[in-house]
């Protein structure tokens, strides 16, 4: 498959916990976002990548948010101090831009449940 | 702020009928338009963009900016057309805002 891979797919953790989620993108794609999706809602923008440069961030990612593309090819959100409400799956998506958008790829998801 | 609104949770037609899932959306400027589809079990995908006009898996979407929307309509349904349905907008920033979906259900 050589979609946008995510991993874990799953993952429980105790409330406290940190976690780290990392993507892998379509390899020639340049831009990398993140998204969250709580039952029975859309997804929702987290923060997004340009190369290696995370150009915006929602005011849905807390201090207890951070990801970083260091290289500008993989991804990695990390949750500090997981809360209940943290539980959604994590969606990670990739297109090309080149000054005119491409359509967005998604992963299948990272499900995370906070107990 | 973008939202998107689509009116309808849960939507339920026999084969052969027409469908029309509904989507409006509130931006001042001029957003893009996208419906992406998630089969069952299966990840998030583009089904159409409202600047490509074309129809994909007979599939249609016409961006009406008076009435700020931007309904999918399907002639005739068929029952692999059952799955969850987004209505997105992009405007004034590179993020995707996704509407709450609305789960399409063809029944034999």
């Known amino acids: 498959d050589t979609g946008v891979s995510q991993d874990p797919r799953h993952k429980i953790t105790k409330r406290g916990q940190n976690v780290t989620f990392r993507c892998d993108p379509i390899?020639?794609?340049?831009?990398l976002y993140w998204y969250r999706q709580t039952l029975g809602q859309g997804p929702e923008f987290l923060t997004y990548f340009q190369n290696e440069a995370q150009l915006e961030k929602s005011r849905l990612l807390s201090d207890r948010f951070s990801a970083e593309r260091p290289k500008g090819s993989f991804s990695t959100l990390e949750i500090q101090r997981t809360e209940q409400g943290d539980s959604a799956m994590y969606l990670c998506?990739?297109?090309?831009?080149?000054?005119?958008?491409?359509?967005?790829?998604f992963g299948q998801g990272t499900r995370l449940t906070v107990v | 702020a973008q939202r998107v609104t689509q009116p309808e949770k849960l939507l339920s037609v026999f084969k052969g009928a027409p469908v029309e899932l509904k989507c409006n959306y509130s931006?001042?400027?001029?957003?893009?338009l996208f419906w992406y589809v998630q089969y069952s079990r299966q990840r998030l995908q583009l089904l159409l963009r409202?600047?490509s006009r074309e129809s994909i898996k007979g599939f249609t979407a016409d961006l009406n900016k008076g009435e700020t929307s931007f309904h999918l309509k399907k002639p005739f349904a068929q029952e692999e057309d059952s799955a969850m349905y987004y209505c997105a907008s992009r405007g004034g920033s590179e993020k995707l805002v996704f509407g709450k979906g609305t789960k399409l259900t063809v029944n034999p």
């Open positions: 998506a990739s297109s090309l831009y080149w000054g005119q958008h491409t359509e967005a790829f």
């Open positions: 931006y001042s400027g001029s957003p893009e």
């Open positions: 409202h600047i």
């Open positions: 390899s020639e794609h340049n831009r």
